[in-house]
């Protein structure tokens, strides 16, 4: 029928759509809410993980990492220092992850290699001081435990808050 004759004219469907009139892809969408309070659950087990590797480092070792040994096992200020800079750290990766997510292919690799990265400076970094060996040890063991925790948390986090778009 032709569609000149007056007759409502609709192609007939085979299920089969030309490649240009398919519709594109928008590709991955962030659901930034849900990251960022994968984020923030991040920054609080980032700091509890630095207190409780501190009670464990001090006070069932003896070791006297980031504090002088009659500080007793949660020593001074620096525990809470420690404990904030491990919540901020995460704090600090989730911007990386969003912004990652938002601007680059493969987001998750880059974002575990660059954490990777930051955590092996961390570990490594006790060893450049001239403090006791076995307090370099110590240090350096509790950074790679907060690192692990933030690149494992947030790497789950971020693929939870990506969604496919069509």
Excluded at 19 to 26: K, L, Y
Excluded at 78 to 97: D, K, P
Excluded at 141 to 165: D, H
């Amino acid at each position: 029928m032709d569609p000149q004759d007056g007759y409502d004219w609709q192609p007939q469907q085979t299920g089969y759509v030309p490649p240009q009139h398919r519709p594109r892809s928008r590709g991955p969408r962030v659901d930034a809410g849900r990251l960022w309070a994968g984020g923030a659950m991040t920054a609080l087990v980032a700091a509890l993980t630095a207190v409780v590797g501190l009670l464990l480092i001090r006070g069932v070792l003896g070791i006297p990492v980031f504090a002088p040994e009659g500080d007793g096992a949660m020593g001074d200020a620096s525990t809470g220092v420690l404990a904030m800079g491990a919540a901020f750290a995460a704090l600090v990766a989730t911007a990386l992850l969003h912004l990652l997510m938002l601007a680059t292919p493969q987001p998750g690799t880059f974002f575990v290699w660059i954490v990777t990265l930051a955590t092996a400076v961390m570990v490594l970094l006790p060893f450049t001081t001239s403090a006791p060996l076995n307090a370099r040890i110590g240090s350096a063991a509790l950074y790679l435990v907060i690192g692990i925790a933030i690149g494992s948390l947030l790497s789950a986090a971020g693929r939870s808050a990506t969604r496919q778009e069509f």
